[in-house]
């Protein structure tokens, strides 16, 4: 899908499945399309579950800018 809206509701189900990779992918499609502060946070949730944390704290810190 090329809805941004649709992106991250994917990106939630895939990342509650554990499906990290999955997640990840479509995250940062959902970001090329448009960059919400709430979708780099759960992008960062993303990052921390493969132990990259200060990706994921910069991710986060996207967020509040």
Do not use: K, N
């Amino acid at each position: 899908p090329d809805d941004v809206d649709t992106l991250y509701l994917l990106c939630f189900m895939f990342f509650e499945r554990g499906r990290f990779e999955d997640a990840l992918r479509l995250y940062d499609r959902a970001l090329a399309i448009a960059a919400r502060g709430e979708i780099h946070a759960a992008r960062g949730a993303v990052l921390s579950q493969f132990g990259r944390h200060a990706d994921a704290l910069a991710a986060s810190i996207v967020r509040w800018r």
